[in-house]
């Protein structure tokens, strides 16, 4: 009998050392990945806002990647009207598809060339420009032409009567198909007759779209340009041919000229406030939630990190309103970090350990952070659609600072949370502010 306890109490013991040592596990782990993703982390923030530059390669600051609006920095905006009878959305997007290919031939990057209701284009261009020169430069018609080697016109837009898209039925490649009048087809049959094996140039305004080589002499009418990447690479050049070869007339209805200095006042101003209201934030979490303030706060700051870095990578124009948009997510952020927190406390008070009240907490505060996510996003899409401008802009920072803090919340939050508590961080009710019993 004595030999049974003996064995019971044997088995117990390794039952415990091996529970012991795989807690001890747990810890270990949890505390080298909370330390790598804190580390992480400030070295992120780091980098993004002072920049860096390794072994040639230079990381900029968000503040010099991020490309900044014609409120910040200045510039012309122009609204362009076409003022043809009858548009279609298909004459509406060849002349902006025009318009862009001409204000690309300034040289100017970070312009911005949209459509706005169905029969407009507005064009912004940072920087300091002549507003009527560059007007003049906008308003003209397009000039298609094809030229040889030698630089002699052997065709011009009017004798183009269509251009559009396929895959070659062989390589399965994209081309572009041009189909062409009487008097072109007689132009393009000499032509490439008597530039064979060489190349044709195509210019749109002086400005060179495409080079094809002539493989065969082409009598019929129709002609394919092979060369594009893409279909949507196809579908733009076949655009341009088109627009050149119609006759498009737009006027310029609204010009306005934006100083830099509102920029250079109010980006600063921007960024000072809301450094000062994220700090303001950061220190509330801290005081009214302890330790998982803190942690709210590790997770806040990799939200702002990411969306900015997200500004970046998606080429998002900032502006005055999209700051304002950006501020708004951090609050919506910091929304969904106390729902989460507040359903933790409840379920401490209601008498469960720390480590199962974090767990149901969590999925407690899931629905309502995914559903007040959810109707934001619903009201930035309608705004995206139906608005123009700074308000589309508006919507697409919103947007992107939803997703992101969404992600921060549920997946960031939550790992970050876990970990403390396997590392023994957060033990204690008192560290959420609960009392006991």
């Known amino acids: 009998m004595e030999s049974i306890h003996n064995i019971i109490d044997i088995e117990t013991k390794k039952r415990r050392k091996g529970k012991t040592m ?10 080298i990945l909370f330390s790598l993703i804190l580390i992480f982390i400030i070295a992120f923030a780091y980098i993004g806002s002072k920049g860096i530059e390794i072994a040639g390669w230079e990381f900029k600051s968000f503040n010099k990647a991020i490309t900044k609006g014609l ?3 200045g510039g012309v905006s122009v609204l362009m009207e076409i003022q043809d009878e009858d548009v279609t959305k298909e004459d509406l997007e060849k002349t902006r598809q025009l318009i862009d290919l001409r204000v690309n031939k300034l040289g100017v990057a970070e312009t911005s060339v949209t ?9 912004e261009i940072p920087g300091e420009y002549d507003s009527k020169d560059l007007v003049d430069s906008l308003s003209k018609t397009g000039n298609l032409t094809f030229k040889d080697e030698d630089g002699n016109e052997v065709l011009s837009g009017s004798d ?3 251009a559009g898209t396929m895959l070659n039925s062989t390589t399965n490649a994209p081309v572009v198909t041009l189909k062409l009048t009487d008097e072109g087809t ?3 049959a000499e032509a490439t007759e008597n530039n064979l094996n060489k190349k044709i140039y195509i210019y749109m305004d002086d400005e060179e779209i495409s080079a094809p080589t002539v493989d065969s002499v082409i009598t019929g009418g129709n002609a394919i340009i092979k060369g594009s990447s893409s279909i949507d690479e196809a579908k733009n050049l076949a655009g341009l041919i088109n627009a050149g070869a119609l006759p498009v007339t737009v006027k310029a209805i609204q010009i306005e000229n934006v100083g830099a200095q509102l920029g ?5 101003n921007a960024v000072k406030a809301g450094l000062i209201g994220i700090a303001i934030i950061f220190l509330f979490m801290i005081l009214y939630y302890r330790i998982p303030g803190v942690i709210a706060c590790i997770a806040l700051t990799l939200y702002v990190c990411l969306t900015l870095l997200v500004f970046v990578e998606a080429d998002v124009a900032l502006t005055l309103p999209g700051i304002a948009a950006f501020l708004l997510t951090v609050g919506m952020a910091v929304d969904a970090n106390v729902l989460i927190f507040e359903r933790v406390r409840e379920e401490l008070k209601n008498g469960m350990s720390v480590k199962s009240a974090v767990e149901k907490g969590f999925s407690n505060a899931l629905s309502s952070i995914v559903d007040s996510n959810i109707t934001t996003i619903i009201a930035a899409l309608v705004l995206y659609f139906m608005g123009t401008g700074s308000v589309k802009g508006f919507a697409v920072t919103l947007m992107i600072g939803i997703a992101v803090s969404m992600f921060t919340a549920i997946v960031v939050t939550k790992t970050l949370m876990k970990w403390a508590v396997n590392m023994g961080m957060l033990k204690s009710n008192w560290q959420f502010r609960v009392k006991r019993g």
């Open 22 to 31: 795989k807690k001890r596990h747990i810890k270990g782990r949890s505390t």
């Open 71 to 73: 409120d910040l920095q």
């Open 115 to 123: 459509v706005e209701g169905d029969r407009r284009v507005r064009v």
């Open 160 to 162: 183009v009567e269509e």
């Open 186 to 188: 007689k132009k393009f």
């Open 264 to 268: 250079a006042e109010a980006l600063p």
